[in-house]
């Protein structure tokens, strides 16, 4: 009798990977936004003030792909805008494929053609992410200007079903969509399709404050997350086995760790959001630029003054100091949105009402936000240097 093989999902191994790969500073998990064309015109985008902008060439994105490859990197996801306008996407592609890179590729289903399907049939990717922005043509004319960019969208999804190419649904959960989330989840689970969901909305990558308008409140955003089971009964199981060890490292993600962003006009950056901190890859190589981000994310990103760096609700905040430091100009500033939120998460999960110190100093200034709201940033007190003090945060 063969001996049974033990298999193990990637998902098992990713903590202890990504640590090791950190401590290497291994460019392991990149993105390349190709381009932020797009032919959708959504309201909640932040790259909305972005459209025009100097493309690098299929040539040197296959380059490119040849550089990250020779520096231990494996999994590349290209994205936008949306990736497939890119006039040489289908050659970028295989020739990232062939390099052996495990590719995802982000789109809003529509540029899905016959052509892209054949590909990835033939040559698959890792994933196909398709982001649903309602469930209506009704829906996709007020999120993203066109009516018919339902449709387009649908027929792109049943293509790839069609040739088995693996496809997540995901969805973004701001005002115009907030209706359609159930829809648009049980689509995903009758196809048979992977499901994951957003709330955040933010500013654009120039600061510009449209998108906010379309932001849930709070208690808008816990009501969907209560939507759908699968995923409120992760994070409480995450908040049940979780040790709360907080970190004063600003970037909590891998970004100048282990992960990487190229823009489509070539800078090698930390993430789609953060552009302080750029290298220019048409004047050098990504190995050197690489190593001087890592060193830049080592000496710039450890603080302790931030309002959130003794917080032990950590583990289940979305706090972003890319979405920060378009907000606020400063990555290491608090959202008061996010930081909400996941006190109302918490009070969910623990079946008591958890409010940020913050907030209970401050109650005339600071109050649940209401939707599209966003507070006025204050001055940064010195008393914020004790951190966020959830640990000690009491029912109320």
């Known amino acids: 009798m063969d001996a049974a093989v033990s298999t193990r999902s990637f998902s098992d191994i990713e903590p202890a990977m990504s640590a090791m790969v950190a401590a290497r500073h291994l460019p392991f998990i990149g993105s390349f936004e190709l381009t932020y064309?797009?032919?959708?015109?959504?309201?909640?985008?932040?790259?909305?003030?972005?459209?025009?902008?100097?493309?690098?060439?299929?040539?040197?994105?296959?380059?490119?792909i040849d550089?990250?490859?020779?520096?231990?990197?494996?999994?590349?996801?290209?994205?936008?805008?949306?990736?497939?306008i890119h006039p040489d996407f289908e050659r970028i592609y295989e020739h990232a494929v062939r390099r052996g890179l495990l590719v995802t590729v982000f789109s809003n289903g529509s540029t899905l053609s016959e052509s892209v399907a054949r590909l990835f049939a033939r040559l698959p990717p890792r994933s196909v992410e398709v982001t649903l922005y309602g469930f209506s043509a009704e829906t996709y004319e007020r999120s993203t200007g066109r009516a018919r960019n339902f449709a387009l969208a649908m027929a792109g999804v049943a293509r790839m079903k069609a040739l088995s190419v693996p496809v997540q649904i995901k969805t973004v959960v701001f005002d115009e969509t907030a209706a359609d989330f159930p829809?648009?989840?049980?689509?995903?689970?009758?196809?048979?399709?992977?499901?994951?969901?957003?709330?955040?909305?933010?500013?654009?990558?120039?600061?510009?404050?449209?998108?906010?308008?379309?932001?849930?409140?709070p208690e808008q955003i816990i009501e969907i997350e209560r939507q759908d089971p699968a995923t409120h009964n992760q994070m409480r199981a995450r908040a049940a086995t979780s040790a709360a060890n907080p970190t004063d490292r600003v970037y909590r993600c891998g970004a100048g760790?282990?992960?990487?962003?190229?823009?489509?006009?070539?800078?090698?950056?930390?993430?789609?959001?953060?552009?302080?901190?750029?290298?220019?890859?048409?004047?050098?190589?990504?190995?050197?630029?690489?190593?001087?981000?890592?060193?830049?994310?080592?000496?710039?990103?450890?603080?302790?003054?931030?309002?959130?760096?003794?917080?032990?609700?950590?583990?289940?905040?979305?706090?972003?100091?890319?979405?920060?430091?378009?907000?606020?100009?400063?990555?290491?500033?608090?959202?008061?949105?996010?930081?909400?939120?996941?006190?109302?998460?918490?009070?969910?999960?623990?079946?008591?009402?958890?409010?940020?110190?913050?907030?209970?100093?401050?109650?005339?200034?600071?109050?649940?936000?209401?939707?599209?709201?966003?507070?006025?940033?204050?001055?940064?007190?010195?008393?914020?240097?004790a951190g966020c003090g959830c640990a000690g945060a009491a029912a109320v």
């Not at 996801?77 to 949306?82: D, N, R």
């Not at 989840?185 to 709330?199: I, K, Q, V």
């Open 257 to 385: 760790r282990f992960a990487f962003n190229v823009t489509p006009d070539g800078y090698l950056q930390l993430c789609s959001l953060v552009r302080a901190l750029r290298f220019d890859l048409r004047k050098v190589s990504f190995a050197s630029a690489w190593e001087a981000l890592g060193g830049e994310t080592r000496r710039r990103y450890d603080s302790v003054h931030r309002r959130c760096s003794n917080c032990s609700l950590q583990h289940m905040c979305g706090t972003c100091p890319g979405v920060a430091d378009l907000e606020h100009g400063d990555p290491e500033a608090a959202i008061d949105h996010i930081c909400e939120t996941t006190h109302l998460r918490a009070s969910a999960i623990f079946g008591r009402e958890i409010v940020p110190p913050w907030k209970k100093q401050r109650p005339r200034s600071l109050r649940v936000l209401s939707q599209g709201e966003a507070h006025v940033p204050e001055p940064r007190q010195a008393s914020c240097g």
């Open 37 to 64: 064309r797009c032919n959708f015109d959504c309201v909640h985008c932040f790259e909305q003030d972005m459209r025009e902008q100097v493309e690098l060439s299929g040539d040197r994105w296959c380059e490119l």
């Open 183 to 217: 829809a648009i989840r049980d689509f995903a689970r009758d196809g048979g399709f992977d499901f994951r969901f957003d709330t955040n909305v933010h500013a654009t990558l120039k600061g510009g404050a449209a998108p906010l308008a379309h932001r849930l409140s």
């Open 67 to 84: 550089e990250i490859a020779a520096q231990g990197c494996l999994f590349l996801t290209l994205t936008g805008g949306e990736a497939a």
